[in-house]
């Protein structure tokens, strides 16, 4: 198949034209470069404090695991190397979000290019790399971010393992694929449903079923998977118990409000004319048929969306959660849209998002100073963390000059201890998590528990409005009052700090 491509919109996009041409790789590099640039210049501009699970994230890399309380290793992993290459700075911790994104746009292309020519290859990799919900995730680190690019690569060696002739090196590709996947989010389980999908609608493609390099590749992923699961079984299961309590399943029975917000989401995650386009293009398979190639992106687009659906529907689910999807969605909207002849439309939502890419820049860019109506501060829950650690550094920089230092400094939430993990990370006070009951809540209460009762006087910031439940423990509580610090335009975060000593 030819590998040139003109300009996106021409006449003739598959490359047989004579004037203007350039090859699709060459224009693919050009507009996967200019965006990548401007992301990073983005990160160096950005004005939001990391957001607490960003600065979990953070911490998590300052302990290399095989697994953490609630994810999989592989984020801390990343952050850690590139840490160590770049530094400790907001902008360094995120730099592997934009730089992965791009790797995942590539292979988009590969798997498009391969499923249907170069030109369906590299419209869907440049839409892929301006969804709205990448550009969001660009900006930040998360774990979505490796697992997006497993499930890529993962997609890209399952079609090239078809191929009778191709030799292990698919398999292989696909085993690690699958296993770092898993190990970047459990959610990378998904894949291997959408493959029996796969098979169960195409009777072509069951010769997999008695190809042993498939079960290679399943017995790599699972060999990949299994330090973690080691860990878990030495912690508790805590990674297994925390992920179903996060599907919230217990509630009632089913929730419309909470669905029909997460498909509303989808057109902001996806974009309105691609998910749109979404729509139609699984209502025209259910009345006409697809070809192969589009079963198979079908199979591995719906199964995961009708699940998070069904999910949210149930109790409730982030508009993040079935991201997977659009993987091979955008593959199989923008070969649709081409073959339909509804280039126009590709053009829109391409520079629809492009606009919002550069939005999202500029937005992050002013962070704290500005309001929407009727939103308030967008940026409000990244704002706010570093005065409130800086609060907490006032007070124990003075009990250090008056000669009695606090020997440690206590967080009763989850968010606050991540944030002063990360701000204080030059300040040798110990932070620790205050845990009521026999459970740990979250990965510091597992981790790093107050228990000794030696380890006084301490500096408690509670952010509840009743800290009882702590300084009953306590024989001498002095509070040290009340602190607002600012987040934005929107409320102030209010935090009240007590001396403890005589642990109970």
């Not at 930040?140 to 002739?165: G, K, M, R, Y």
């Amino acid at each position: 198949m030819d590998n040139r491509a003109t300009v996106p919109g021409s006449a003739n996009g598959d490359g047989d034209g004579n004037g203007g041409i350039l090859s699709a790789p060459v224009m693919l590099a050009l507009g996967l470069a200019v965006l990548l640039a401007v992301r990073v210049i983005g990160l160096s501009v950005n004005a939001t404090d990391l957001f607490f699970d960003e600065a979990q994230y953070w911490s998590w890399s300052r302990e290399p695991a095989f697994g953490y309380y609630s994810k999989p290793p592989l984020i801390a992993w990343i952050i850690g190397l590139a840490t160590t290459v770049c530094g400790d700075s907001t902008a360094c911790i995120r730099l592997p979000a934009p730089l992965l994104h791009t790797v995942t746009a590539v292979v988009v292309f590969l798997i498009g290019k391969r499923l249907h020519g170069a030109r369906v290859g590299l419209w869907s990799a440049l839409a892929f790399a301006t969804l709205p919900g990448v550009s969001l995730s660009s900006g930040i680190i998360s774990t979505d971010v490796p697992l997006l690019a497993c499930w890529a690569v993962a997609l890209w060696a399952l079609v090239a393992l078809e191929d009778a002739d191709s030799g292990w090196s698919p398999a292989i590709l696909l085993g690690l694929a699958l296993g770092l996947g898993l190990n970047a989010k459990y959610a990378m389980v998904f894949f291997v449903a959408c493959l029996a999908v796969y098979l169960i609608v195409t009777p072509q493609a069951r010769r997999l079923l008695a190809d042993g390099r498939l079960y290679g590749a399943l017995g790599l992923g699972g060999l990949l998977i299994a330090p973690n699961l080691v860990w878990n079984l030495g912690n508790g299961f805590a990674t297994f118990a925390h992920t179903a309590d996060n599907a919230r399943l217990g509630g009632s029975l089913v929730n419309f409000g909470k669905g029909l917000e997460f498909v509303a989401a989808q057109f902001a995650v996806f974009g309105p004319i691609l998910f749109a386009a979404l729509i139609v293009t699984v209502a025209r398979a259910w009345r006409e048929g697809l070809p192969e190639p589009d079963r198979l992106l079908l199979s591995f687009t719906l199964p995961v969306l009708l699940l998070i659906i069904g999910q949210a529907f149930l109790s409730r689910a982030h508009a993040n959660w079935a991201a997977v999807s659009y993987v091979a969605g955008v593959v199989l909207v923008t070969a649709t849209l081409l073959r339909l002849g509804s280039e126009l439309w590709l053009k829109g939502s391409l520079a629809l998002h492009a606009l919002l890419a550069l939005g999202l820049i500029v937005a992050t860019s002013y962070a704290g100073r500005f309001a929407l109506p009727g939103v308030g501060d967008p940026f409000q829950r990244t704002l706010g963390w570093q005065a409130l650690a800086q609060e907490a550094r006032l007070q124990l920089e003075t009990a250090r000059r008056s000669g009695q230092p606090f020997q440690a400094l206590m967080a009763d939430d989850r968010s606050v201890t991540a944030e002063l993990l990360y701000y204080l990370r030059d300040d040798p006070t110990p932070i620790v998590a205050w845990r009521e009951g026999s459970r740990p809540r979250d990965h510091y209460e597992m981790t790093r528990p107050f228990r000794d009762p030696t380890r006084t006087p301490v500096l408690l910031l509670s952010v509840r409005r009743d800290a009882d439940a702590i300084t009953r423990r306590f024989s001498t509580v002095t509070p040290l009052g009340e602190r607002q610090t600012p987040a934005g335009q929107g409320e102030p975060r209010r935090v009240r700090l007590f001396s403890l000593s005589g642990y109970r």
